[in-house]
């Protein structure tokens, strides 16, 4: 089928025909990017306000990533883990020192890194902490989400994810995100892990009560059970500091991260634990063709540094609460209309009352004005920009989305 440039509808035709209908895009057909600005293919301009779900935190196209990838593109891309690179053991230095852990595990997705971290939560249970064979138990949070794969559904709390997908993964409890008395009620002499996000995400940008993670720190240490914390969209300088367990001055026993960590290119994954509990893998226990490739850890490297050099972590910490206090203007402008805005550093979630319409709705009025946002759970509309975001481009951004709400309330 011959497609003329530029018609949007023609782009959004072949997906719905050739492509699983598991995704519902906003309906804008992206051409090209820079930073913190997007073009779609009939030249409109858009201000991201979503960063890809924190993988270009970077902002679009970094020239110093790009730069990365072009180099390491003229010499070798991927021979598989088979043999060593000249590409890996610097990047795994660099994330270790950053993270402040003995060993890192590279993979892809956040989920294959999630998947990770509940094989080494489990062996580790059975070969630390002498948990019978086979029933080692992980505490997850009601409201998670840490991706898509069979496994993680089998511990979702929403419905949509898990329908048709059966039989589950047994080997999960579940405890109230936030709640130190709910862990307890959970917990069992086989409980190996403990596996939350800092902030649920998808759940609509919920932060826990000041001290939950200093008290679940303080439990799980009581009781040798491994606190694995789940910082794929978190991590990497989205709330302000390079790890968001960062803000209760603890440090968890592993560690998942992704998204920001391939620097706005490609897929990059890891989990980070110290050698005692990372040791557990030998090989042949667990690996991935890609995980780890020469270009996926020569751009993840200079992604670190970029973050480091170019003090984005610092930059999410002063200008994420001005963009907080900007949308808390809209609140307070509409009054009961919005009823929470919710987040930490750059990443906020706008709750809004039904009244208003959808989020859905409100998101596809931004787009049509040119502001690129996404909703969750119906009614929360998340803000989650380039952490090189400026101060002209959210108060233009903003300015757009009070305009887009006071219209929906007439």
């Known amino acids: ?33 820079l930073d913190c600005l997007v073009w779609d293919v009939q030249g409109r301009e858009y201000i991201d306000m979503m960063g890809a779900y924190s993988a270009v935190s970077h902002g679009h196209l970094h020239p110093r990533v790009v730069a990365a990838a072009t180099r390491q593109l003229q010499k070798v891309a991927v021979t598989s883990r088979a043999y060593h690179s000249n590409t890996l053991g610097p990047f795994l230095e660099k994330l270790c020192s950053i993270a402040g852990f003995d060993r890192a595990l590279p993979m892809n997705t956040g989920a294959e890194a999630v998947e990770t971290a509940i094989k080494l939560a489990r062996r580790w249970g059975y070969r630390a902490k002498g948990i019978a064979d086979g029933q080692a138990e992980i505490l997850v949070a009601r409201g998670n989400f840490h991706g898509r794969t069979n496994t993680v559904i089998s511990f979702s709390t929403e419905e949509d994810y898990k329908a048709g997908f059966g039989p589950f993964t047994p080997g999960f409890h579940h405890f109230d995100f936030g709640s130190m008395d709910s862990i307890r009620a959970a917990a069992t002499a086989n409980t190996c892990a403990v596996l939350v996000e800092p902030i649920q995400g998808e759940a609509g940008v919920i932060v826990p009560p000041a001290g939950f993670f200093r008290e ?22 989205r709330t302000g500091k390079w790890f968001a367990f960062e803000h209760e001055g603890i440090r968890p026993d592993a560690l998942i991260l992704g998204k920001a960590l391939g620097g706005g290119l490609l897929p990059v994954s890891a989990v980070l634990a110290d050698a005692p509990v990372m040791d557990v893998f030998t090989p042949g226990s667990h690996g991935s063709t890609f ?105 233009k951004a903003v300015g757009i989305f009070a305009e887009v709400l006071a219209e929906a309330r007439t």
């Open 1 to 33: 089928m011959h497609i003329k440039e530029g018609t949007t509808q023609a782009f959004i035709g072949l997906e719905q025909r050739y492509g699983a209908r598991n995704y519902h895009p906003v309906p804008v057909v992206v051409d090209r990017a």
């Open 216 to 237: 679940l720190r303080d439990w799980c240490t009581q009781n040798k059970v491994l606190l694995v914390d789940d910082e794929v969209q978190a991590g990497l300088g």
């Open 291 to 395: 995980g780890g490739n020469a270009l996926a850890a020569a751009v993840a490297l200079e992604g670190l540094r970029v973050l480091e050099e170019e003090r984005l972590v610092e930059r999410a910490a002063e200008i994420g609460p001005y963009l907080m206090e900007r949308l808390r203007e809209v609140q307070r402008q509409a009054g009961p209309l919005v009823r929470d805005v919710r987040g930490r550093g750059l990443w906020i979630g706008v709750d809004i009352d039904p009244a208003l319409g959808s989020a859905r709705r409100i998101v596809e009025k931004m787009a049509e004005r040119g502001v690129l946002s996404k909703e969750t759970h119906e009614t929360v509309i998340r803000f989650a920009p380039p952490l090189t975001i400026t101060t002209a481009l959210i108060d």
